[in-house]
Each structure stands twice: as C-alpha cells, then as structure tokens.
C-alpha cells in the first residue's frame, strides 16, 4: 500500500526567507503526487501536482516542488515566504483518484 | 464557476444519531471522494462514487454509506455515532479518469 511521510511536523520562518518542506513516499509504480495547502478551518487548496515529465513543477503562490525517484522524495519549496503562507501543508500519493495524505507539517512565519 | 460546496459548514450530534452530509461537485466534475480529517491528522480516503456506484472504499465501517446522483451531486451517511467521529468531512471531485481532486470547505461534525 502506498504511504506518505512528512518528517517535520512544525516549521517557524522568518518572513522573506526561503522554505522547503519535506515529503516522503512510498509507492509501487509511477506516483502521482500532490502538495495541498489548508488554511485553520478550511478545506484544501490545490498547490501543485506531479504526475509526469519535468522533475521541478511550478504552482500557484510561488511554490514550486522537486521530484526525485531515487530518494522517494516530492519537497516544497519557496524562495521567499510570505506571512500569509502560514497554514498547514499536505502531501499526497494517488491511486486511481482516490488519495493518501500525509500527517502534515504546520508554517509558522514570524515578522 | 463555482467550486466544489458542501453542506452544511457545522453539525452537532450526539452519540448514536445518524447524519447526512452533502456535496455539490465542480462544474463538469462526476467523480466524488470523501475524506474523514480529524483534528491534528491529514484527510482519510472513505469511498468514491462515480457513475452513482461506489467504486473504492478505504479503511472505514458499513456505518459509512453513501450515494451518488445524477447530477453528480452525493451524500455521505454516517449511522450510530461515536465519539470518534468528530472531524472535519471533506468532499473532492474530479473529472473522469484524472487523478487530479478539488476540495470542499468540509463539514464539521462535532458528536457529544
């Protein structure tokens, strides 16, 4: 079965400094992999997805992500945060659209 | 265009009620997922409804049930409350084949 890990569960950032959120997964085949954004008390907003192709995946927001077969990994990353990034990110694996999310890591950007 | 709605945004019940929750898809959307996300986790896959059948479940009881019309709306019922159920209940759609889903602002279901 496919897993996901996100290592860190909480990460404080200074405003303009750059981020990168880590992201682990385990999965059979191909994945298709997704990084989510979800504000306190809201739903999920789509940031990114890989699904083929170009290793480095431009999103919305200024995010951008970095496949790499040989580490399992998908990390996020910005090169200047902003104090509205702060929320919780998810990554994802899906298998025939059904997804599997992981345990999420929390941004906090201090002034 | 409007995204994917869920109703309704807060539910309180208390243990051994029933409850339903709805979904309204994306325009051009007839794939529906439901999440289960308790507080502190990531969602958790429920089941799928596409075509009205459901046609993948995760790890949860027959308490869990759903449906799907055709208009591709869908509700998720949930029999004999615990404790436990207390989350957040998260709709996505998709369109078709494509791995890509969509997220509701979820329902918040509070069981006492």
């Known amino acids: 079965a496919q897993s996901v890990t996100q290592p860190d569960i909480h990460i404080t950032v200074s405003e303009g400094a750059s981020l990168e959120l880590r992201c682990n997964y385990s999965y059979g085949a191909t994945p298709y992999l997704f990084w989510y954004v979800q504000s306190p008390g809201q739903g999920l907003q789509l940031l990114l997805k890989y699904f083929s192709g170009d290793t480095l995946v431009q999103g919305i927001k200024g995010f951008e992500a970095e496949f790499k077969r040989s580490q399992s990994s998908f990390n996020l990353r910005k090169p200047s945060v902003h104090w509205s990034d702060a929320a919780e990110y998810f990554c994802?694996?899906?298998?025939?659209?059904?997804?599997?999310f992981g345990s999420g890591t929390r941004l906090q950007v201090q002034p | 265009d409007a995204g994917v709605t869920q109703s309704p945004t807060h539910l309180i019940k208390t243990r051994g009620q029933q409850v339903t929750l709805r979904c309204s898809p994306k325009s051009g959307h007839d794939t529906v997922s439901w999440y289960q996300q308790a507080l502190g986790q990531g969602p958790q896959f429920i089941f799928q409804y596409y075509e009205e059948e459901e046609r993948q479940r995760g790890n949860f009881p027959d308490r869990f049930s759903g449906h799907q019309f055709p208009n591709y709306s869908s509700e998720l019922n949930v029999n004999a409350l615990l404790l436990g159920d207390s989350a957040l209940y998260l709709c996505?759609?998709?369109?078709?084949?494509?791995?890509?889903?969509?997220f509701g602002p979820g329902t918040r279901l509070l069981v006492l």
């Open positions: 994802a694996v899906a298998r025939r659209r059904a997804l599997t």
């Open positions: 996505a759609t998709g369109q078709g084949e494509q791995e890509t889903q969509y």
